[in-house]
């Protein structure tokens, strides 16, 4: 009998330490686009909180502005059989991979973690695919976001704009003093995000998504969409039409040295501001876009679980369960400048910019837009074709307004046409 009992404690033993090493082994590659200094220090709490419970965060950072460069390689990786355990997602791609059949149901965790309840239902809504949900949220950004130097605006007499007319006399008064209106690059992407944010204080979100995600010809040659594109080349026109092509850290440390008043950039711009030695409220305020500060041009982080062979589920769902509980939320959202995606959070521990942004937010779809630069508001193909049309425009000063709109009108007339193709042929399929 004290021979059996010994044998059992061994084997419970031997159990135990079966069960911690695989614990301790439980390792999963993160790929993500998270490189900036700021935007480290928010992957690294991850990395941390993640290895508390026993998983190691392999990172996979790429770097590249709006997920450019990422995205490409998720794209070699998965077609070369070497797809990551993890990967940063988001908008309208997550749709497209799960339609792939690649990425893991996490059902089970949503469900045990009341996700239906506790998150907003635009998020909710991003993350669920065929009634399954695919996706692990972690954080909303505000796209529309205008940065302005306290001490500037101060020492000059000039009142935050909230309107287009207001902008543009600050800028003209700006210019005036010596000081440049508005650190902006030329870099693809973020002429595009200045230029979604001009058609959102132009025509409100309901137009925006005539224009972005129904992608409407009609749309393309409305009034309102030339006057976004007249302003887009008025605000060139403040830096003598000499823009270089910057990352947007680059351009976040030029508003940073003074060297420019304003920053029309997301929200994630604030961290690496406060790394750069400035102070929010004190040195910098961070207020809307002129003309949109009732709306919310959103863009949305989450992480994707890629299913492969199984193996690695039991740490995915627990990854996915950790990235969305609440004090993650809070530490993470802290450091990245975005806010949480849950509807729970407590808006009083946020800072002034935080909690504009998700009291805002919270008021629902009506005040919300998709941001086309960040892949919320259309497929990857589309959006790509937009924002070179857009940078074209905006680097060839002989392109008229008209000429941009009648481009732009082609690309909706063909990427509809495509859609009804693919849409004809799911409809064929389903007749077989």
Known sequence: MIRLHLRSICGLLAACLLA??????????????????????????????????????????????????????????????????????????IAEWADLGLLLEIDNVASS????????????????????VVAAPVGIHRVNTLFYNRQLFAQLKIAPPQSWEEFEAAAQKLKAAGVVPLAQSSEAWQVAALFENLVLAESGPEFYRQLFVKRDPAAAADKRTAEALQRLR????????QIDERSWPDVAR??????????????????ELRDLGMTLDEDFACGVAPGTAKYHLYSVDSFTMFAGDYRHMAAQEKMARLLVSPPVQVEYNT???????????????????????????????AVQAPSLVHRMATDEASRDAIIAEIQRYFLDDRTTPAEAQRRLGVLFRLFNLRSQGAYGAQDTDRRR
């Open 234 to 241: 008025t605000i060139k026109g403040w830096a003598n039409g």
């Open 113 to 132: 973690g009341n996700w239906n309840t506790t998150l907003f239902p635009t998020i909710q809504t991003l993350i669920t695919h065929r009634k399954h």
């Open 254 to 271: 030029q508003f940073a040295r003074r060297e420019a008043a304003m920053m029309m950039m997301g929200d994630w711009a604030k961290p």
């Open 335 to 365: 450091l990245k400048g975005s806010v949480p995606v849950r509807r729970d959070a407590d808006p009083s521990r946020m800072d002034s910019c935080a909690r504009a942004s998700w009291t805002t937010f919270a008021l629902g779809a």
């Open 20 to 93: 911690q090493s695989a614990q301790a082994a439980a390792t999963l590659q993160v790929l993500h686009w998270w490189t900036s200094p700021s935007e480290r220090k928010a992957a690294n709490a991850l990395a941390a909180r993640a290895a508390d419970e026993g998983i190691e965060w392999k990172d996979a950072a790429i770097p590249g502005g709006a997920g450019l460069g990422a995205g490409k390689v998720l794209k070699s990786r998965v077609l070369a059989g070497d797809a990551p355990e993890v990967s940063q997602m988001i908008g309208v791609s």
